[in-house]
C-alpha cells in the first residue's frame, strides 16, 4: 500500500548512516517544512545542522523538493547549500523525477524523507522509491489544506504501529 509508512522516525536527527547503508540507500530528498524545520520558518537547528554534516560524512546525496514556493523554500535551502525543487505538487511524482536525474541515482538508490502521508509517502509510493516518514517537527501548518489531511494521518500511521512497525529514535 502506497500510504502506510515503511519506516517511522522520531525526526530527521534519527536517520542513521548505518541505517541507509543496511537499505543501500545513498541518495536523501528531502521535504522542508516540518521534516528539516518548523512549517513556514528559516530557523535552522544546530542538530538538523550537524545531521546535514554527518549524512554529507557518510556520502549521502541530498537534495529538497516541497510543494511551497520558490520565496519560502529558496532562502531555506540556498542556507544548508542544497539544490531545491518547489512547487513540487507531491504527491505527483515529478519532483522526485527531476531529484533523480539531479542525484545521478537509481530509485532503489533513494528516499523520499518527509512528514505528510498524503505527500510525501503518497509521492514516495507512486514513484517507487521508500519514504522515510518522519513525525512532524512541530505540530503547526499553516495551510487549512495540511490541517485538513492531517486528520487523516493516524490511521496510517497507526496501522504501521499495529504490523509491528518501530519507532527510529
Ligand atoms: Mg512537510
Request: hydrophobic share 40%; proline share 5%; with cysteine.
Amino acid at each position: 500500500m502506497i500510504l502506510t509508512p515503511e519506516f517511522i522516525f522520531r525526526n530527521v536527527e534519527a536517520i542513521h548512516p548505518d541505517f541507509l547503508a543496511r537499505q543501500g540507500i545513498k541518495a536523501l530528498v528531502l521535504d522542508v517544512d516540518n521534516t528539516l524545520t518548523g512549517d513556514g520558518s528559516q530557523m535552522l537547528d544546530e542538530s538538523v545542522k550537524a545531521w546535514l554534516q554527518q549524512m554529507r560524512e557518510a556520502g549521502i546525496s541530498l537534495t529538497v523538493v516541497s510543494n511551497n514556493t520558490a520565496k519560502r523554500v529558496r532562502p531555506f535551502a540556498e542556507r544548508i547549500g542544497l539544490e531545491w525543487v518547489s512547487l513540487a505538487c507531491k504527491p505527483l511524482p515529478i519532483g522526485l523525477m527531476v531529484a533523480r536525474h539531479r542525484l545521478g541515482v537509481t530509485k532503489s538508490q533513494m528516499a523520499m524523507v518527509g512528514d505528510q502521508i498524503y505527500t510525501d509517502r503518497m509521492a514516495a509510493g507512486l514513484y517507487g522509491i521508500p519514504c522515510l516518514f518522519l513525525l512532524p517537527r512541530t505540530p503547526h501548518d499553516k495551510a487549512r489544506g495540511v490541517q485538513i489531511k492531517r486528520k487523516f494521518e493516524p490511521h496510517w500511521v497507526q496501522k504501521y504501529f499495529r504490523k509491528g512497525g518501530k519507532l527510529y529514535e
